[in-house]
């Protein structure tokens, strides 16, 4: 069907009696605003963007949704309902290839918005977030249940999350791919999640990681810097204020100036700290692997260790990078494409079959894994939980 002219949008949001207003306007609005608020974060967003987006004027999307809160709390809701209704259909007892299969085809469907809930839900009101809560929780004992009739395993849910980490990794990268082949890749890459044994560690490999140190604060800079990251970490970036970040140094907020033109600055520091820190690991974990199995694992291993040992500046950098303007994100982007290069290459000397696109969903799921089995052990760093998230993520790679 052909799409409307400019001339009949325009009617249609001026049109007072509403008539040829779409009667899915509502949901329109809530996919356009989560794919601004997953592309440019929470406070960057605007209203004007999410109107333009639907082709309807500010003031007709104010007739639906009184602020931007609300806007925003609505489209966090969408993925985690949309998912428990997904599951909701799923028989009691069914195959956990039915029960994943309902999961990755929300998820997918929800690509581009679905980055709300996973970084910019803590933006949320301590109520809304507890709500939500609520909401993942009854999904994930849904899977976890599916996991355990068919993979019994006393794991309190590291295999359940770490396979829903591995599906809604799709929602945090713009790789092109069908729909279709996307949905096989991941629900293939879960299903090889839950049936995997952590505990036993990845297979051929036991890897001792050495990262690089994090730069001590000799400098007023670094201090500042180092001050900031913590503060970033727990409270966002947008909320922290340099009256908070001059405290924690002992100078007055005019002060920091000295150091940093801005509080983006400082970010933009903070997210490059961050991806220098990786390359280091990358490359001497690489150094010395006796083939492409290897370094995969190796490579499993240094993200996962980078990870723990550095949660509060990975957290950051994963969380705020969309907030930073073009000029200071394009240098952190290209370290990111390098770095999944890396991880593309050595993947596809293991897994010829696969196709560039399909490697890159699968390093990808392979984060998603890392962060969500991170979080079930709330990072608490032990060799024992690197070696069960490392094995979790090798076995989302598919080796």
């Known amino acids: 069907m052909a799409s409307a002219s400019p001339s009949a949008r325009s009617a249609a949001t001026t049109d007072p009696t509403g008539a040829t207003r779409p009667r899915n306007r509502r949901q329109l609005i809530v996919e356009a605003a989560g794919r601004v608020f997953s592309e440019r974060g929470y406070h960057a967003a605007s209203m004007e963007e999410v109107a333009a987006g639907v082709g309807i004027t500010a003031a007709a999307l104010y007739r639906h949704f009184p602020n931007k809160y609300a806007l925003f709390a609505e489209c966090a809701d969408v993925m985690v309902d949309g998912l428990v209704t997904a599951l909701d259909a799923v028989p009691p007892g069914a195959a956990l290839a039915d029960v994943f ?50 993979h ?167 969380a705020e990078v969309a907030g930073l303007p073009t000029g200071l994100r394009r240098p952190l982007v290209l370290a990111q494409r390098e770095h999944i290069a890396v991880w593309e290459q050595q993947l596809r000397l293991v897994r010829p079959e696969l196709d560039p696109r399909q490697a890159r969903v699968l390093v990808h799921a392979g984060f998603g894994v890392a962060v969500e089995a991170g979080r079930r052990f709330r990072w608490q760093d032990t060799p024992g939980h690197r070696e069960a998230v490392t094995a979790l993520v090798v076995s989302a790679l598919g080796l």
């Open 101 to 150: 299969a309902a999961a990755t085809r929300i998820t997918v469907a929800h690509r581009a918005s679905g980055g709300v809930y996973r970084w910019e839900a803590r933006y949320l009101s301590r109520e809304d977030r507890r709500r939500l809560g609520a909401r993942f929780d009854r999904l994930a004992e849904r899977v976890d249940e599916a996991v355990q009739r068919e």
């Open 152 to 318: 019994p395993r006393p794991d309190e849910r590291l295999r359940a999350m770490a396979a829903l980490g591995a599906i809604g990794s799709i929602t945090m990268h713009h790789t092109s791919i069908a729909q279709r082949r996307a949905e096989q890749l991941l629900l293939a890459s879960a299903l090889r999640v839950a049936a995997s044994d952590p505990a036993a560690g990845p297979q051929g490999a036991h890897l001792v990681v050495e990262l690089p140190a994090q730069p001590v604060p000799r400098t007023r800079r670094a201090q500042i810097l180092a001050a900031a990251i913590p503060l970033f970490a727990r409270d966002g970036f947008v909320s922290v204020t340099n009256g908070q970040i001059a405290e924690a140094v002992g100078l007055t907020p005019s002060a920091l100036y000295r150091h940093y033109p801005g509080k983006i600055d400082i970010l933009a520091a903070a997210c490059l700290q961050a991806a220098g820190l990786l390359a280091q690991g990358v490359e001497r974990s690489l150094r010395e692997v006796a083939g492409p199995y290897d370094g995969i694992v190796a490579l499993a291993a240094t993200y996962v260790a980078y990870s723990f040992e550095y949660t509060e500046l990975n957290s950051v950098a994963e």
